[in-house]
């Protein structure tokens, strides 16, 4: 289990490493293609509301891999607390830490905006100063938006947090339960590309930083440890299982 759970860790240390490798830094005037049209809905899945739809999605998709219906609740139900702890540890840190993301950093940079009077600002207020600074630029609609609803703290990730703890989930329950289980390991390979293209899509889009990356995902995957360490023997968790091919 622990194995297998730093495997998929380290993929996804994978892209801030890389990123790291080659000295990349975002830049504000970058052209953007239709893969980052790509980039912009996947990172949407981690979004709300959409997030919420993603983990329900989710959360269909195992109760019908997996055949014992009971078994299949009691992982719904892991799976509902690991992403809202893991979101509560999330935002008390970025609270603690309150380090501006990249674009409102240079947001502030171009403009009279200091950091601190930006984030002293209600979010309606700090929304609205986005939308007029790209009021004239030559900014895809749609990543404007996103960055004007996404006026918070860049450390650490959230959606990078949401991605990693699904994949976690995925590989831990697949290492419990789904040994045998073609759809669960199907899911989990999903989940690992999505996964991995939403820390991409952090980057990409001038959210996150790579440091704010890496922290996320070696938060959920020291809760992980820790809670399928805790779970592994409960007996709900320990039936037979007629998996499904």
């Known amino acids: 289990m622990l ?10 240390c994978c892209v801030p490493f890389f990123a790291w490798l080659i000295n990349w830094h975002w830049q504000g005037g970058t ?31 195992y109760f019908f891999c997996i055949a014992d219906k009971k078994q299949a609740l009691a992982v719904i139900a892991v799976m509902a607390i690991s992403v809202g702890v893991t979101q509560g540890v999330k935002s008390a840190l970025k609270t603690v830490f309150a380090e501006p993301r990249p674009f409102i ?5 171009k403009s009279s905006v200091s950091p601190d009077y930006f984030y002293d600002q209600p979010r309606k207020a700090r929304e609205q100063i986005v939308l007029d600074y ?26 990078s947090i949401f991605a990693a703890t699904w994949l976690m989930l995925a590989v831990g329950f697949g290492q419990l339960l789904g040994r045998n289980n073609k759809g ?14 939403m820390l991409v899509s952090r980057l990409r889009l001038g959210m996150h930083y790579p440091i704010d990356l890496l922290v996320s995902v070696l938060l ?9 360490d805790w779970i592994k023997n409960k007996p709900i968790f320990n039936c037979t299982l007629q998996d499904r091919a």
């Open 105 to 109: 950093v240079q947001l502030t940079e």
């Open 3 to 12: 194995k297998r759970l730093s495997l998929y860790t380290l993929l996804l």
């Open 220 to 228: 959920a995957w020291v809760f992980h440890c820790g809670l399928f």
């Open 134 to 159: 790209y009021a004239d630029k030559q900014v895809d609609a749609h990543l404007v938006h996103h960055r004007s609803k996404e006026t918070g703290y860049s450390f650490p990730s959230g959606h």
């Open 184 to 197: 669960m390991k199907y899911l989990t390979a999903g989940i690992a590309i999505w996964a991995v293209l």
């Open 31 to 61: 052209n953007y293609t239709q893969i980052d049209t790509l980039l912009y809905f996947i990172t949407e899945t981690g979004s709300v509301p959409y997030a919420i739809i993603t983990c329900g999605v989710f959360a269909v998709a």
